[in-house]
């Protein structure tokens, strides 16, 4: 009696094992993050000369960003630290101005475009109060990354949400001497400001 039982119940027990084994895998499928788009992407740089005012600006950014899978929504998820990692990189030789191509020239020239063709930021940790995140990461520009805190405004949109943000920042600090021209008269301001925003969806 006692070797009929034994096999019986071992056959009981690996069934159930292979029963549960499609949950199992579903569980464990959803810890791991989901990768969202991101559309609407602009990156601007703003600064002023003894000249006037100009801004250089580019749609041509990659940004990656990845959340823990959630019901409870993407506002929610992020709202609760769900966000894993977010990086963005653009190509500097995409910035663009409204002052043609002289004015881009110099600001691919000035940024050294050729040796640093890339302007980046990467994630490590952010808070959020309200509507208004704050993040720090690394910003990597001519060469040099540095520790950084910016500052952005969450808006929820069908299908997603937007961020809008700005950083002030000494083009000196990232070794970049600003730029002279038209033989000296006109001369830009060290100070610039990096204006972004973009929308993410799952």
């Known amino acids: 009696m006692k070797r009929t039982i034994v096999p019986a119940l071992s056959s009981a027990l690996l069934w159930s094992c292979l029963a549960f084994l499609p949950a199992l895998a579903r569980a464990g499928s959803v810890a791991e993050p989901l990768t969202l788009t991101a559309t609407s992407v602009q990156v601007g740089i703003e600064g002023q000369s003894t000249l006037h005012g100009w801004r250089v600006s580019t749609g041509a950014v990659t940004v990656t960003a990845r959340v823990e899978k959630s019901v409870s929504g993407l506002l929610q998820e992020i709202s609760g630290g769900g966000l894993k990692g977010l990086d963005l990189v653009l190509g500097v030789d995409s910035l ?97 400001k990096i204006v972004y925003s973009f929308k993410l969806s799952e």
């Open 96 to 192: 663009t101005s409204t002052e043609g191509s002289g004015m881009d020239k110099n600001m691919h020239k000035t940024l050294e475009s050729d040796k640093f063709p890339a302007i980046s930021f990467s994630l490590k940790s952010y808070r959020l109060e309200g509507l208004t995140v704050t993040a720090q990461g690394d910003l990597g520009i001519h060469g040099q990354t540095k520790p950084v805190t910016l500052t952005g405004l969450l808006s929820s949109e069908e299908g997603g949400l937007s961020l809008k943000g700005s950083y002030p920042l000494l083009m000196s600090d990232y070794g970049v001497k600003p730029p002279v021209m038209m033989f000296g008269t006109i001369h830009v301001a060290d100070q610039v």
